[in-house]
């Protein structure tokens, strides 16, 4: 039996690199995003198939719906899409940057969910387990300045994905959060400074190995690979250095000084 998994957000970062993994691991992926040409070399390079769509538009997905169905269950979707816009307080931050991170962390991933729900019991059927995967972040579970409305909509993705997770009880559906802390893509913090290259770079700089893409690829794959019966229902992922989502260490890391008790 051949496994499928569905990945949104797969043209960069996370996404393009839990594509990759999957295929690595022997899975059949599809790769779902809005930048064609990214998912084509994307599945070029891995074998994998795409499907173009913007997930904030129902259209897109309804026909989403409709190509994965024709080639059969879906086994696993991980709901990566999403993104961050602006640092600015709740007082100054743009209502417009909002109403997008709200779009593409919360709506899209309920689009994709209820729309693929059908497709992922009939992978359950084969499979006996199906896999829903949802790519969070630490600041869905902890604030910090700057960011009320990337919070706000991780703390509701989190939120949806705990009702979730009640609301499938009882059927062979795992449903699994991975909530990492900072990733250094090449283009989330990009985003969320509006394209200005030397504030992006600042976030990272100094800090000693943050986690990487492929990273939390691995840990996606790991989870979905665990027997049927063993669920993984929070997976937070740090990089050393950061100890929560506001506490980072910057430069080497060094064991302090044991003092011998007297």
Not at 19 to 33: M, N, P, T, Y
Not at 67 to 87: D, I, M, S
Request: contains cysteine; aromatic residues 4%; charged residues 20%.
């Amino acid at each position: 039996m051949e496994l499928r998994a569905v990945v949104t957000g797969a043209s960069s970062g996370i996404g393009a690199a839990t594509v990759r993994a999957l295929r690595e691991a022997g899975w059949s992926v599809v790769a779902v995003a809005r930048r064609e040409e990214r998912l084509r070399e994307l599945a070029q390079e891995c074998g994998a198939s795409y499907i173009v769509a913007d997930l904030t538009n129902q259209g897109d997905v309804d026909a989403l719906r409709e190509q994965l169905e024709a080639a059969g269950p879906v086994h696993c979707v991980v709901n990566n899409a999403g993104g961050a816009k602006g640092l600015d307080s709740v007082e100054t931050s743009l209502i417009e940057d909002w109403q997008w991170m709200f779009e593409v962390n919360v709506l899209a991933l309920k689009r994709v969910t209820s729309a693929l729900l059908p497709l992922l019991r009939r992978g359950a059927l084969e499979r006996g387990v199906a896999d829903i995967v949802n790519i969070t972040s630490i600041a869905g579970l902890s604030t910090y300045p700057g960011a009320g409305g990337y919070c706000a909509a991780k703390f509701a993705a989190h939120a949806v994905t705990e009702v979730l997770r009640l609301e499938l009880h009882g059927e062979p559906i795992r449903v699994i959060e991975v909530a990492p802390g900072m990733v250094k893509t090449e283009e989330f913090s990009l985003v969320r400074f509006g394209g200005d290259q030397s504030r992006a770079d600042a976030v990272y700089d100094n800090i000693l190995n943050p986690l990487t893409a492929a990273d939390v690829g691995s840990i996606v794959v790991d989870a979905v690979g665990k027997p049927p019966h063993v669920d993984l229902d929070l997976i937070v992922v740090k990089p050393v250095a950061q100890a929560s989502v506001q506490r980072l260490h910057r430069g080497p890391l060094a064991v302090r000084e044991v003092v011998a008790r007297q």
